[in-house]
């Protein structure tokens, strides 16, 4: 065989590998897509989440910037249960939510969730964890936080099948602790979601990370689509996520209209 006829050979082996590496990414990329719509995944994960919501307070001419550090870390307790642990680290910035408030910037409460999750689905299919949920008073400004120590039950159920994953997140919280002089917390979240993956590790999302405050009987509601992709940055994986809201309800000094969220997830590798 000719110099140039190995060279040809070795150039088409080159791209037969490297055809094949590409498509093992790609197939593990789309696995690693799907897993991430899962929030019980065993995943070590820090997210990085963006919203902005406009049109808040009486005169509708406030604004909030909230940008959350979510890490979740996964402890296997044994070979039948995880406990998934994920903090919620909000910095805000605000202007003119109340009459004369002029503008804020700092630290929120801090909500830290703990679920205890079996290590496999359940023979149909089901997923699921409970356990509680502690929000720390850490605002560094009075219009930042509710300055009060809350506490509850919190519990997410969901189902994967094929490229779907539909479920809901849970939970109730009430102060026990804190500024006397502070409202007391009596609040309810209900987060149903549903997210379909293609093998392209593109993947599409609706949820509504609903509240109810049973102090004020008052609903926020809002209903957010979000479209994300899985890359890789060097050999680090990444799931960029962008979408639009629109709050279906909420106070006369609460957000409205449309909202603009942009996320993060960083995936780290287990130490385990």
């Known amino acids: 065989m000719s110099k140039s006829n190995n060279l040809a050979m070795k150039v088409l082996l080159t791209i037969i590998g490297l055809s094949f590496l590409s498509a ?4 593990t990329d789309a696995e690693l897509a799907s897993e991430l719509n899962n929030p019980l995944a065993d995943l070590m994960i820090i997210p990085v989440q963006f919203n902005y919501d406009q049109d808040v307070g009486v005169n509708d001419e406030g604004w909030i910037l909230k940008t959350n550090f ?19 680290i909000p910095i805000i910035k605000q202007k003119d939510i109340a009459p004369g408030s002029g503008s804020q910037s700092g630290l929120g ?13 359940s023979s149909s299919g089901i997923i699921w964890g409970v356990g509680p949920v502690l929000v720390v008073p850490t ?8 300055d009060k120590w809350s506490a509850g ?27 006397s002089d ?3 917390v009596s609040n309810t979240l209900l987060q149903p979601f549903v997210s379909y993956t293609w093998p392209s590790a593109w993947s599409f999302a609706v949820n509504s990370e609903s509240s109810y405050n049973w102090k004020t009987e008052e609903w926020l509601v809002p209903l957010t689509a979000t479209v994300a992709k899985v890359v890789r940055w060097g050999k680090l994986p990444v799931r960029i996520q962008g979408g639009l809201g629109y ?3 909420s106070p006369d000094t609460g957000p409205e209209g ?12 287990k130490s385990r």
């Open 24 to 27: 093992a990414n790609a197939e």
């Open 70 to 88: 979510q890490p979740v870390v996964p402890i296997q307790l044994n070979d039948d249960w995880n406990l998934i642990t994920r903090t919620i």
């Open 109 to 121: 409460d801090t909500s830290i969730n703990l679920f205890f999750s079996p290590t496999k689905p």
């Open 139 to 146: 605002a560094s400004n009075d219009l930042l936080g509710t």
């Open 153 to 179: 039950p919190t519990s997410l159920i969901l189902t994967q099948q094929g490229p779907w994953t539909v479920g809901t997140l849970a939970s109730h919280i009430w102060s026990f602790a804190g500024n």
């Open 182 to 184: 502070r409202n007391d």
């Open 247 to 249: 709050w279906l309800d």
């Open 258 to 269: 449309v909202r603009f969220t942009f996320q993060l997830n960083f995936v780290l590798p």
